[in-house]
């Protein structure tokens, strides 16, 4: 027999941000509570508003499974005495079990306590169970309220626990758990009374509360797509905008608004930027892709005076592009060269001068990297020029008041200031990406920026000692790399990451060679990890990771290469047969004693056949690693396989003749290097 289990959490409003994984957060600590108690179940699933969380789980066990173990005591010499009497080791050991010491088995030298546990009914174990998993939940941020010492996202009001149609009755500071939720705040009940779980949906959708956010997630998408098209446009669904509004709501009504027509004269972003980051409101295009003076925003209620609430937002919003369109005025009087300038005024971290300082390294730099990747000179002079200026729209009305323009504001006024497209794009790009799946930079220009500016922040920031630790890392340093790493893999430059590293250090003023070994070994840790977690993401196996980074990555591109090469290849029969062989090669390889081969010294017809297919195998794989061929590297090295496997099975590599065995040994370390550029095969496991 089983019954469902319902735990409500009713708060106030927790942030919408900190919803989704308190969500997951219950679902998973319930299935393991229920789990770690021998509770069975059928299903587990959280759903939740801003003024709720609450947990089901359907088609519990209503008694534990019972447990039999057998639990490993002392051994049997010092468990009894010479007479067979249990010693006090063995009392002990009954006592603890719970059992009589006439209970215990002898087996295999020990003694064991065979327990038998019968399980409890469950409704005697949710009273301690449900509270448990209230204080096992964690948030960015807890509160405290009144003089109660609990710790919680925000207060909580009231609790609903119910094992069918029975209350689990326990008390958590302040309030007691029962059967009475509550609906919207503003049209539902506020108090109701719900008998089962199916009772429980039933009653707050009648009070005006969608408490699956699947459901609201799907009706808010429906109303406002449906919305725009009935105004002659396509809403334009921002998706974590969506996610944060779902949790803002318990039953949404989406409304349609307009402003007046004059401010889309200003760029798309200074109007989108308002409306999605502060008001929340997702923008509307017509079928040629441009905005029309008109928003859509979700309300928490039903559909009575929304020409009120449609008006109020309409107010806010006329009073955000005002300021917007202001700015934007003011901005354009000044030509953005002139504003280079007050960058002089911005510090950019302390002790490493201003952004004005910043952005001279930037023009060094770029230049720099641009000759490493063979830009041409029109691309360099672009970067350059760029660099430039790629800061100083940071000191504009429009991106002081919405800092989410910056670069966006960059872009628009070095247009209007008469400055080259190509110029315009790459300030622009030199920002991205910005976040988890932005854009990468496409224009070389944009490119080379982006990396400077990414590479001079890592490098300046490590040089203050401020490494990114644990889940610390407020200079966002790992999203930077992370975008350095992906620029470079997708614009395929072949690049040291120590050259780069070098000369900004150079720009920075870092002079002290300690101190630049020391920072050149941090910057180089720091981001093989984060080339480890992309080729982690693109389910490349750890061992064979391991094996690529065993052979360096210094260059993030080349290092890229070698692991879809030994993706492909790593698996395959021939490639675990040559691993095998290899692994044999490098354990003897380690005792020689000299690099010089000498064909006179074989005495085995398989001696001449390996040191003949070495050269073949070296000539091969010289020509495969120009060309970065590595998956032609890879199977150049795996046909090795079988002449290795011949040459140990005719000859003897340790023998008394020094002359002779080291030759052999020699042999074998050329061999083993041959694959060493680009992977250590060794740490690839056979399966």
């Known amino acids: 027999m089983t019954k469902d289990l319902l735990l409500e959490i009713g708060t106030e409003e927790i942030p919408a941000k900190f919803m989704p994984d308190a969500l997951a957060q219950l679902e998973s600590t319930t299935k393991a509570k229920l789990t770690e108690l021998r509770i069975s179940y059928g299903s587990v699933r959280a759903v939740g508003t801003p003024r709720r969380l609450a947990v089901i789980a359907k088609e519990v066990g209503i008694s534990q499974a019972d447990k039999h173990s057998e639990n490993k005591g002392p051994a049997v010499k010092i468990a009894f005495d010479q007479q067979g009497a249990p010693t006090k080791a063995a009392l002990g050991f009954a006592r603890g079990q719970g059992i009589d010491p006439a209970a215990l088995v002898v087996k295999d030298g020990y003694v064991y306590a065979v327990v038998q546990e019968v399980g409890r009914p469950v409704a005697e174990l949710l009273p301690g169970l449900l509270p448990d998993i209230v204080n096992s939940l964690s948030f960015p941020k807890n509160m405290r309220w009144g003089d109660l010492d609990m710790r919680f996202v925000r207060p909580i009001r009231w609790l609903v626990a119910l094992f069918g149609n029975e209350v689990v009755p326990f008390t958590l500071p302040g309030v007691t758990s029962g059967r009475i939720t509550r609906g919207h705040r503003f049209l539902g ?378 993706a492909v290849e790593g698996g395959t029969i021939a490639m675990q047969k040559a691993v095998q062989a290899l692994v044999r090669v490098g354990n003897l390889a380690k005792n020689a004693v000299s690099e010089t081969i000498d064909t006179n010294l074989f005495t085995a017809e398989a001696e001449h056949d390996l040191y003949k297919a070495y050269l073949e195998a070296k000539t091969i794989i010289s020509s495969y690693q120009a060309e970065k061929n590595y998956q032609g590297v890879l199977t150049a090295v795996a046909a090795m396989a079988a002449p290795i496997d011949a040459f140990f099975g005719a000859v003897m590599v340790m023998v008394e003749e020094p002359a002779v065995k080291n030759n052999r040994l020699a042999l074998l370390k050329a061999i083993a290097g041959l694959a060493a550029q680009t992977a250590d095969l060794t740490k690839i496991m056979v399966m």
Request: aromatic fraction near 8%; charge should be negative; proline fraction near 3%.
């Open 189 to 566: 009940q506020a108090e109701i009374e719900v008998n089962s779980v199916e009772d429980y949906f039933e009653r707050l959708s009648e009070n005006f509360v969608m408490v699956d956010q699947d459901v609201r997630r799907r009706v808010i998408k429906e109303q406002i797509e449906n919305l725009a098209v009935s105004r002659g446009g396509t809403a334009t669904i921002d998706q974590e905008l969506l996610e944060e509004v779902v949790y803002l709501v318990e039953y949404p009504t989406a409304l349609c608004g307009n402003f007046e027509e004059k401010y889309l004269a200003l760029p798309p972003e200074a109007i989108i930027t308002p409306m999605r980051e502060h008001q929340r409101y997702f923008p509307v295009k017509n079928k040629d892709g441009k905005l029309l003076p008109m928003f859509i925003t979700v309300r928490n209620g039903g559909p009575e005076y929304i020409d009120i609430v449609r008006h109020g937002n309409e107010r806010v919003l006329k009073a955000r592009l005002a300021d917007a369109r202001f700015f934007f005025e003011e901005d354009r009087k000044l030509p953005l060269e002139n504003r280079v300038e007050k960058l002089k005024t911005v510090i950019f971290q302390e002790g490493l001068g201003t952004i004005y300082d910043k952005a001279l390294r930037l023009e060094r730099l770029v230049a720099g990297i641009g000759q490493m990747v063979g830009a041409s000179q029109n691309d360099l002079t672009t970067a350059q020029r760029g660099a430039h200026l790629a800061k100083a729209d940071l000191v504009t009305g429009m991106v002081c008041e919405f800092t989410e323009l910056q670069g966006v504001m960059g872009r628009e006024y070095a247009k209007l200031s008469g400055e080259r497209p190509e110029v315009a794009e790459a300030i622009f790009e030199h920002y991205l990406p910005r976040f988890a799946g932005d854009g990468l930079p496409y224009t070389m220009a944009g490119r080379l920026i982006s990396i400077a500016d990414k590479m001079d922040n890592i490098v300046a920031t490590f040089s203050r000692g401020l490494i990114p630790t644990g889940s610390q890392d407020p200079y966002a340093l790992r999203r930077q790399a992370l975008g350095i790493v992906h620029t470079m893999i997708n614009a395929q430059y072949h690049v040291s990451l120590t050259a780069m590293a070098g000369q900004t250090m150079d720009l920075l003023g870092i002079t002290d060679q300690e101190c630049r070994t020391k920072l050149t070994g941090e910057l180089q840790e720091f981001f093989r990890l984060r080339i480890k977690n992309i080729l982690t993401e693109e389910q490349l196996r750890y061992d064979m990771i391991d094996a690529v980074l065993a052979a360096g990555s210094d260059d993030l591109y080349d290092t890229w290469l070698r692991a879809k090469a030994i």
